[in-house]
């Protein structure tokens, strides 16, 4: 959510960004809280007015009934009474203006960063740079579920049954490679001085309204049914949230924390071979990475977030590249944003496993995050990024890793998380 005194001072620049984003249709929403927000204004200082006048005439009724001037006593009474009725209706007034102006600004897009390349959609989305050389063996290279099924580590279809589409049982080594991968990234970041978190799993409706548009939230995220809980897509849900209504010290600035979750999404849309794999999947498991720091810090943050999640991969031998969203494909609180993409030898092609964005203090002033500085208190930003998300990073490190007899080869930065072995065998 952005400030609105940018639509109170400068209305054009919120509409040019609205036009950036391709999302004409809320062009209408900046004049419309503009008018709003005037309205709101006039009545508060009408409700000022009436106040201050309220009690210099309450006031003047001590003195006047000292004085026995019952008359006018009643008199400015009346007009107490009548001023304490106006100001109740304003109040009434002011409450459903707000919470109109709320509602507007919910939905206009965040303010985006000058370098966002300008788009309509992730076709437009630009690659940046490859990191890890991307190799096609001369041997054919398996679907991912038959990868995983050769080897005894995937059965989706007694998950089917227990689940329906879109579950799975990894079973074995390839349930410890899953884990090992995770323990990794969580390792590393913890080495790079992220503070380790393992977060509620269910998150209030004013946390997720918090963090993430409506759409993303209608689209994504599971209610329990007869309760204001709601899974979470991501731990970045329930981490951000933990800091909801706080004022930070300065002082403790940047905070930077790691934290491990299942994930449970709608991900609607899998069909035929996808829905076979495990590419879109309705429960997941994360290793992600949040920063809260000044405005002025993020940047550097956002750039340095991103390399740990390139680091991560290359590390274990996949290549990737990096691609920068371009604006119509940012969700609407993001300043910024890149995707992580891993090589696919199998399809010839990169295909997504995380991204890192940017939101300004969009999250923070809808959660009311502060922080406490010598000039006073200020809305911190906040940033998120996946260090690891699997079975998407299962799927690039098998395919990488297959070899021609069917077998898939551990690199040594994970044979410590494997019980030291450098081969998982295919099933005879």
């Known amino acids: ?3 609105i005194n940018l639509i109170r001072t400068n209305p054009d620049l919120v509409k040019e960004n609205i036009k950036k984003k391709f999302q004409d249709s809320k062009l209408p929403l900046v004049d419309e809280v503009f008018n709003l927000d005037k309205e709101n204004r006039a009545l508060k200082q009408e409700g000022d007015d009436l106040r201050a006048r309220r009690n210099k005439l309450s006031s003047q009724i001590g003195l006047l009934m000292r004085e026995k001037k019952l008359e006018e006593v009643d008199k400015i009474k009346a007009e107490v009474k009548a001023d304490a009725d106006r100001i109740i209706e304003i109040e009434k007034q002011q409450a459903k203006i707000e919470e109109e102006i709320k509602n507007r600004m919910m ?17 437009f989305n630009v690659e940046v740079k490859r ?23 995937l059965d989706k279809e007694s998950a089917g049954r227990t689940s329906g589409n879109g ?9 410890r490679l899953h884990e090992a991968m995770l323990a990794y990234a969580r390792d590393y970041m913890i080495n790079k001085g992220f ?26 995220m599971y209610k329990i049914e ?21 004022i930070l010290k300065e002082e403790e600035l940047p905070i930077k924390m790691t934290s491990y979750s299942p994930c449970f999404r709608k991900e609607g849309g899998a069909h035929g071979l996808e829905e076979r794999g495990l590419y879109r999947v309705h429960q997941f498991e994360k290793q992600e990475m949040i920063v809260l720091c000044k405005a002025e810090d993020a940047m550097d943050w956002y750039n340095k977030m991103w390399s740990y999640t ?16 371009c604006s119509g494909d940012l969700a609407d609180l993001k300043v910024k944003s890149c995707d992580i993409e891993a090589w696919s030898p199998r399809q010839q092609k990169y295909f997504e496993v995380g991204s890192c964005s940017t939101l300004g203090d969009a999250q923070a002033r809808r959660l009311n995050i502060r922080a406490k500085g010598k000039d006073g ?52």
Do not use: W
């Open 1 to 3: 959510m952005i400030d």
């Open 107 to 123: 939905i206009i897009p965040n303010i985006i960063d000058d370098s966002v390349p300008i788009g309509k959609d992730d076709s």
């Open 131 to 153: 990191y890890g050389e991307p190799v096609v063996p001369s041997y054919e290279i398996p679907y991912n579920a038959d990868i995983l099924e050769a080897v005894g580590g």
């Open 167 to 175: 579950f799975y049982y990894l079973i074995g080594d390839i349930a």
């Open 195 to 220: 503070t380790y978190c393992i977060p509620p799993f269910m998150i209030h409706s004013d946390v997720v309204t918090g963090v993430m548009s409506f759409a993303e939230m209608d689209a994504m």
């Open 226 to 246: 007869n309760e204001d809980l709601y899974l979470i897509g991501t731990s970045e849900h329930s981490m951000i949230g933990r800091f909801k209504d706080q």
């Open 310 to 325: 390139v680091d991560v991969f290359t590390n274990m031998g996949i290549p990737v590249r990096q691609l920068e969203c």
């Open 377 to 428: 208190n200020y809305l911190v930003n906040t940033l998120n990024n996946t260090v690891l998300a699997s079975p998407r990073a299962l799927i690039a490190f098998i395919e990488n890793h297959y070899n021609e007899d069917g077998s898939i080869s551990i690199p040594e930065v994970l044979r410590p998380y494997m019980g030291g072995i450098s081969k998982i065998e295919k099933k005879k």
